[in-house]
């Protein structure tokens, strides 16, 4: 029970500082991030994308908004992955994050998963 409370921790602290810096790097239109965004020609919404990634992240991190920032994530990278993929571009950059928000997600409350079903 503990090494899973400590996976999880790492994993929350992991995925919260990946979505954060993401975030952050768009935020402030740092060149190589905003490069990408060039391409789909989204530069002037970076500021935009950015505070949303961060502040979904933060809803995320704490336990009563977990649900909602699980949720938001979801759709946000979703769509991240329906962009790249309808400009030929790679599906793992959103994806990965995207897989460690479900397994953090599933770690802290399977129940978003799993309906109302007991607790494994």
């Known amino acids: 029970m503990k090494a899973k409370k400590i996976i999880t921790v790492l994993l929350i602290s992991l995925t919260t500082f990946m979505v954060v810096v993401s975030g952050l790097m768009k935020a402030i239109h740092l060149p190589w991030s905003v490069e ?6 989204l530069p002037n919404s970076a ?4 505070l949303m ?3 979904f992240a933060l809803l995320f991190v704490f336990p009563k908004t977990m649900r909602i920032g699980f949720i938001l994530l979801s759709c946000y990278f979703a769509g991240a992955m329906a962009t ?3 400009h030929d ?3 793992f950059n959103p994806a990965i994050p995207l897989a ?3 397994i953090t997600a599933y770690l802290r409350d399977n129940s978003i998963f799993l309906g109302y079903a007991k607790s494994l």
Not at 36 to 41: Q, R
Not at 47 to 50: Q, V
């Open 36 to 41: 990408g965004l060039i391409k789909f020609n």
């Open 47 to 50: 500021i935009f994308l950015g």
């Open 53 to 55: 990634e961060m502040t």
């Open 84 to 86: 790249e993929l309808s």
């Open 89 to 91: 571009g790679s599906i």
């Open 100 to 102: 460690l928000i479900w």
